[in-house]
């Protein structure tokens, strides 16, 4: 059974930063194209960043700039890294592995697998 399980969410004040972290168990991780997606309650899905086996990246316009996500396919992880956040930011955020290509936010991959999710808060 795959499992993407996320960690390093928590509550933080307006311009602080948090790191979250996914650890996956897919089979031949590296293929996979990756990302981050977050959720509020009552409203759709964003996905705010893609990234590709080789590491090609790209962003909302939401996050660019504030957000940087790397991955290490040694050791089947990807990190997020949130600097600066908003209020707005405050979400679920789950980390996802696409069953199809495709490095756009705009018209994302299918994510197939993804985590439980672990929750930003910001405050103002």
């Known amino acids: 059974q795959v499992q993407l399980v996320e960690s390093g969410g928590g509550s933080v004040q307006a311009g602080g930063s948090l790191r979250l972290s996914c650890v996956s168990s897919l089979n031949k991780y590296r293929r996979y194209y990756m990302g981050w997606f977050r959720q509020v309650p009552g409203k759709e899905r964003e996905d705010i960043v893609v990234i590709d086996r080789n590491g090609r990246t790209e962003y909302a316009d939401s996050v660019n700039g504030r957000f940087t996500i790397s991955r290490d396919n040694v050791k089947n992880t990807m990190v997020l890294q949130m600097d600066s956040l908003k209020p707005e930011d405050t979400a679920m955020y789950y980390c996802?592995?696409?069953?199809?290509?495709?490095?756009?936010?705009?018209?994302?991959?299918?994510?197939?697998?993804w985590g439980q999710g672990t929750q930003v808060t910001v405050s103002s």
């Open positions: 996802a592995a696409a069953v199809s290509e495709g490095c756009s936010v705009v018209a994302p991959p299918i994510w197939g697998y």
